[in-house]
């Protein structure tokens, strides 16, 4: 069984920066796709940032473009999802998924475990 576990989302002001991890176990991190998607209070669930299995290819939602960086350390089996210029709007729970294959993509649907989700609220 494949485990995602979020870990350093809080509290930060506007402009304000946050490193977000995952750490994976279960299966063979560095075969797989890795994504970021973000849940807004009232909102649908959107994708962030994803990352190809050798992390030599990323993607970013336009709105994140510039200010949020995703990378990945296969040794250590964690993605990470360093954000920057953090903007009242980015406030959500921010949840990593892993990939069916190991091209990244847009596509929740392609993503098959998912963790349990870490909150980043962004004060103005």
């Known amino acids: 069984q494949v485990q995602l576990v979020e870990s350093g989302g809080g509290l930060v002001q506007a402009g304000g920066s946050l490193r977000l991890s995952c750490a994976v176990s279960?299966?063979?991190?560095?075969?797989?796709?890795m994504g970021w998607f973000r849940q807004a209070p009232g909102k649908e669930h959107r994708f962030v940032a994803a990352?190809?299995?050798?992390?030599?290819?990323?993607y970013y939602e336009d709105s994140v473009q510039g200010r949020f960086t995703i990378s990945r350390d296969n040794a250590k089996n964690t993605v990470y999802l360093e954000m920057n210029s953090l903007k009242p709007e980015d406030t959500a729970v921010y949840y990593c998924a892993k990939h069916r294959g190991p091209r990244e993509s847009t596509y929740s649907y392609q993503y098959d475990y998912w963790g349990q989700g870490t909150e980043v609220t962004v004060s103005s």
């Open positions: 990352i190809s299995w050798n992390g030599r290819s990323t």
């Open positions: 279960g299966r063979t991190f560095s075969n797989y796709a």
